[in-house]
Nanobody, 122 residues
Framework: QVQLVESGGGLVQAGGSLRLSCVVS????????MAWFRQAPGKEREFVAA????????YYADSMKGRFTISRDNAKNTMSLQLNSLKPEDTAVYYC???????????????WGQGTQVTVSS
């Protein structure tokens, strides 16, 4: 059974930082692209960042570049997202996902975690 389990969300003041983690299990993801998406109330799910499990190439949404950093630890089967300089508009549920190719369309990703809430207060 494939599982992606996120953790690390919470409430933080503007300018603060959080580190999200996604532990994957149930299959080998070496050929997959792992990604983070987020969804705010009333809005469509939005691409945040992605990383190739094999090789480690990274991709970012323009608005997150320089503030967010995606990484993975193959030995621990864990993907992480470091969120720095957080803004109130970063408030959303953050999801990790796995897919066979790098795209920014959430509908192309096969596996999903349950999400973790990030709330940034002003």
């Amino acid at each position: 059974q494939v599982q992606l389990v996120e953790s690390g969300g919470g409430l933080v003041q503007a300018g603060g930082s959080l580190r999200l983690s996604c532990v994957v299990s149930g299959r080998t993801f070496s050929s997959y692209v792992m990604a983070w998406f987020r969804q705010a109330p009333g809005k469509e799910r939005e691409f945040v960042a992605a990383i190739r499990w094999n090789g480690g190439s990274t991709y970012y949404a323009d608005s997150m570049k320089g503030r967010f950093t995606i990484s993975r630890d193959n030995a621990k089967n864990t993907m992480s997202l470091q969120l720095n300089s957080l803004k109130p508009e970063d408030t959303a549920v953050y999801y990790c996902a796995a897919g066979l190719m790098y795209v920014r369309d959430y509908r192309r990703y096969t596996y999903w975690g349950q999400g973790t809430q990030v709330t940034v207060s002003s």
